[in-house]
């Protein structure tokens, strides 16, 4: 979905959309979107910026980052973004930040592409590191084998090398 500008009425707007997971996907290499993703927000136009605000709320499917196993975790995202068109960027050097989270982004002058919000979000609200379960026991890293469904027999020798050296002054 774009917005263009100049159907804005009064200069602003609310919106609302539900992606279909096939919309989105791929997210990124590493999520994929599960379950229909909406968005709502507002647009306001001030000057030559644009301020959009909202929310994004779907499920997504990630790996695992110590067992590889998919994990399905929910996304919420509010977001608060200012734009300024791509003319304007280039005169101004420094762009101040004013609130935490307010970012300033770049765009063409007419429309805005809220298809890219939407993924951007997504990628923001899904951590750097997802585990399966809080203790993960993940992969044996000699054979392979998912320890949280089984033991192998190379997992005794798996001792962190520094306790290793710790257990020898005992
Ligand atoms: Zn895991
Ligand atoms: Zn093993």
Redesign the pocket.
Known sequence: MRIELENLEGGKSDFVHVYQPEDLNPVDERIDVIEPATVSGKIRLAGNEVFVNGHVETRAKVE??????P?EIPVNADFALEYIPGSEYESTNVVELTEDQLSVAVFDGEAIDVNEIVKEQIVLAVPTRV???EN?K?ICPECGTDR?TGDCSCTTNDIDPRWAALKKLI
């Open positions: 695992c980052d110590r067992c590889l196993q994990v585990l399966c379960r993960c993940g949280n």
